[in-house]
DNA sequence: GTCCTATATATGACTAGTCTTATATTAGCA
DNA sequence: TGCTAATATAAGACTAGTCATATATAGGAC
């Protein structure tokens, strides 16, 4: 359950509403690394909040829907610390992509392009957009210990995204070739 | 549904049992790409079964269960390919090192690199189970369509474990200087 | 003799995540 | 006047996937 400690993680940071954590932190950076959606958010602060993990006072507002502002409570504190530091297992890529490929002997070439690139736009599309978030380059010394580590997490993002972009294109340029 | 189009191209290629399927297939090198369990596999067989994408005859044994050996029908040949050529939304990846990383600003240089360390032994061991898997060399011109095509799926296998490794490498050469 | 493995299919219980809709109020726009 | 968007939380229905267990038979290991 580690969108639980995502959560955690972000409430630690800042104590916020559900809402806020959907349009602040899942809306923004936060879905490149763990998209989640409205449901399932409040549902998880449930869990959380039974589990004695994090609590909530209620801001009564007048004109507006009362908001449950979140914090992580000492227990919840400690089991971030604990999973943060526990080896998790490697994330399972499920890749339609390939699927396709793997099967794809049976169309003629100009499909197979037609997949490639698609999948060459979409790709582009994503590696502009994790490019956009802002973040110091990997080696300024001036930057913060988070800064850091959040420079560090994004460059994989984007490196993976370069990866995907090269390939393609090899492929790409194979099928071109054949046809 | 990716899983039932997955089953159709394996069937397609040959018809076989839940069983065969199982421990022919996704033990072997599907499951790189779409991994699956006993469990879901005899549950998407019977799906595909009722949609009348496959059928199947019962293959009497004396000495041991029966067999239910599937086989593509023609509609289910139709929707295969279909499928082939529909371009998929890109996969979900949601990993936790980099949630993680994006929280471990409050650990030790020490506990960090622990994390970089375990995660790039995984990766380093699922890159040698990748290269294990029997291809030929990306531009051999003697190799089949079929075998050009998983060439090419596995080659973007063995990159991405190759830009993590390459990314982690760094990471702990980063936080190795700190310390 | 008992345990484990292989062969083969099936099902119950569960988790995580998605999609949709409900509720309630205010503000802005056409 | 009516529509839409923003603010907030909640819950129902569903899909995909995981984990465990059941059933039945044969053969080999200890």
Redesign the pocket.
Known sequence: ????HVILGLLQQQEQ???????ECFDQCIAHL???????I??????LESQGWID?T??I??????????RVTTAGAAELTRWLQTHQPLP?A?EPLLVQLYFAAQLPDEAILQLLRAELAAHQAKLSTCNQIEAPPLHDSTASREQMLRRLALELLCRREQTYLDWLTEAIALFSNTA
Request: positive net charge; hydrophobic residues 30%; aromatic residues 10%.
């Open positions: 359950m580690s969108l639980a509403t559900g809402y806020d954590l959907k349009t763990w998209p989640a959606d409205q449901a399932q409040y549902r998880t602060l449930d869990k909530c209620v801001e507002q007048r004109d507006r829907p009362n908001r449950k502002i979140y399972i499920r």
